[in-house]
Nanobody
Framework: QVQLVESGGGLVQPGDSLRLSCAAS????????IAWFRQAPGKEREGVSC????????YYADSVKGRFTISRDHAKSTVYLQMNSLKPEDTAVYYC???????????????WGQGTQVTVSS
C-alpha cells in the first residue's frame, strides 16, 4: 500500500521551531520529487518547498526562504521540513506530496499525505 504520512505538527509560539516528517511506504523514493504544501483556512494551497531525490535539488518559496530547510533520509524513506523562526502566518495544514518527474517541483503529484496541523500563536 502506497502511503505518505506526515507528522511533527503542533502548537508553537512565534519564533519557535518545528520539524515535519514525511514518511514514504509502498514505493521507492528514488527519482521522485517530494514537495511540501500548506493550506490555511480560507486560502489557496501554497507550495512551500521541494526536493528531488535524484540529486537533492531544492526549491523554497520566498515566504519561507532562509527559515525552512528541506532534507531527505534515504535509509528511512523520509523527507523532513525543518521550520525555524516560525511566524503566525505560517499557521496552516502542511501536506507532503510525491511526483515522479525530472523537475524538482513537478506540476502534478502521484501521492499525497493526509496533512499535519501547524499552529503558530502566542
Amino acid at each position: 500500500q502506497v502511503q505518505l504520512v506526515e507528522s511533527g505538527g503542533g502548537l508553537v509560539q512565534p519564533g519557535d521551531s518545528l520539524r515535519l516528517s514525511c514518511a514514504a511506504s509502498g514505493f521507492t523514493l528514488g527519482y521522485y520529487a517530494i514537495a511540501w504544501f500548506r493550506q490555511a483556512p480560507g486560502k489557496e494551497r501554497e507550495g512551500v518547498s521541494c526536493i528531488h531525490d535524484s540529486d537533492g535539488s531544492t526549491y523554497y518559496a520566498d515566504s519561507v526562504k532562509g527559515r525552512f530547510t528541506i532534507s531527505r533520509d534515504h535509509a528511512k524513506s523520509t523527507v523532513y521540513l525543518q521550520m525555524n523562526s516560525l511566524k503566525p502566518e505560517d499557521t496552516a495544514v502542511y501536506y507532503c506530496a510525491a511526483g515522479y518527474s525530472d523537475y524538482v517541483c513537478p506540476l502534478e503529484y502521484d501521492y499525497w499525505g493526509q496533512g499535519t496541523q501547524v499552529t503558530v500563536s502566542s
